[in-house]
């Protein structure tokens, strides 16, 4: 059976404050700053996050309409050009990832609350109610995830808010899955069996011992859920079901970019540039901690 030290290296992060806990983070940074892909991400990410929380506040108004600079290319008056109506393309980019941002964290903060506390309960506690209420997440991951995203929106309705809930809730059947499978590896380990014999309660084995335990797995799952939610609320934006204009949104952007990829290419190229290069800082950052928080890993 496996040893308390290797299954708890990551249970006393931030918990106790102690010297050990502060060694781990710092060998978890090393490990990190060690993979260049890895560091490519979280630059990207950070990037990302310093537009969407600043760009709206440097740049002109996203809404602004200018009938004399319609479909201008990129100059040095609009770096990216204007669409249209004369809205300046870049400041739209801006204002759009501020929503991608929004709909990327909140969806995957619903979906990782429940899901990782049913997936906790149902893996601790096994039984009768884990089988059936198993079997009803098996016929929700049969569905992809973006149909499913889109039949939510459908039935709520198109705006920012129904899409968070729509991508949240169609995220929630992957959590539950990898945390009742980290709780039903953990529960097995003899620093829980000990804790059952010193009479811990089970909230407090599954707060205190699981939890802490699969932080890694719930980290990484985090950071491979916000891009995917990312791509789900401009599909749905593309499709006339997420947020609506003169709102911006980069799905928004595409739509409207159809009708004119001939004569203004760049109305599609930069938000998909902005797609791609955010979902890359997610999926590179997610690949390099889960790396880093890997309890197997010597460098």
């Known amino acids: 059976m496996t040893s308390v030290p290797k299954t708890t290296n990551l249970s006393t992060f931030g918990a106790t404050g102690s010297r050990k806990s502060q060694a781990q983070w710092r060998r978890v940074m090393r490990r990190f700053l060690k993979r260049p892909l890895a560091v490519i991400g979280l630059v990207l990410v950070v990037a990302f ?16 309409q200018d009938f004399a600079t319609l479909l201008q290319p990129p100059s040095l008056a609009h770096l990216l050009g204007t669409d249209d109506l004369g ?3 870049l400041s739209r980019i801006a204002s759009g990832a501020r929503v991608s941002l929004l709909a990327g964290v909140l969806s995957t903060t619903i979906a990782m609350v429940i899901g990782i506390t049913l997936g ?5 506690y096994r039984g009768w109610f884990d089988v059936v209420f198993m079997r009803i997440i098996d016929v929700m991951l049969a569905f992809p995830f973006l149909i499913f995203a ?3 929106a459908a039935i709520l309705g198109a705006s ?8 949240g809730v169609s995220q929630i059947p992957e959590v539950v899955r990898i945390a009742r499978g980290e709780a039903m590896a953990i529960r097995e380990q003899e620093f829980v069996s000990g804790a059952v014999a010193d009479g811990a309660r089970d909230f407090t084995i599954m707060a205190r011992y699981i939890a802490p335990n699969a ?3 719930f980290i990484v799952q985090a950071t491979v859920a916000i891009p995917g939610a990312i791509i789900g609320e401009a599909t749905l934006s593309f499709l006339g079901l ?7 949104s980069w799905g928004i952007m595409l739509t409207s970019a159809q009708q004119f990829l001939a004569q203004a290419p760049y109305l599609a190229l930069f938000p998909g540039i902005a797609i791609a290069l955010t979902t890359l800082g997610f999926n590179l950052l997610g690949d390099g901690l889960r790396d880093a928080l ?6």
Do not use: C, H, W, Y
């Open 49 to 64: 996050i310093l537009v969407a929380v600043f760009g709206p506040l440097l740049l002109p108004d996203p809404n602004k």
């Open 87 to 89: 809205r300046d393309v």
């Open 120 to 124: 906790l309960i149902t893996g601790f």
């Open 150 to 152: 889109v039949g939510l």
């Open 160 to 167: 920012l808010t129904n899409v968070i809930i729509a991508l």
């Open 215 to 217: 932080a890694s797995a």
């Open 242 to 248: 997420g947020v609506q204009p003169p709102m911006a």
């Open 294 to 299: 890997d309890p197997k890993e010597k460098r």
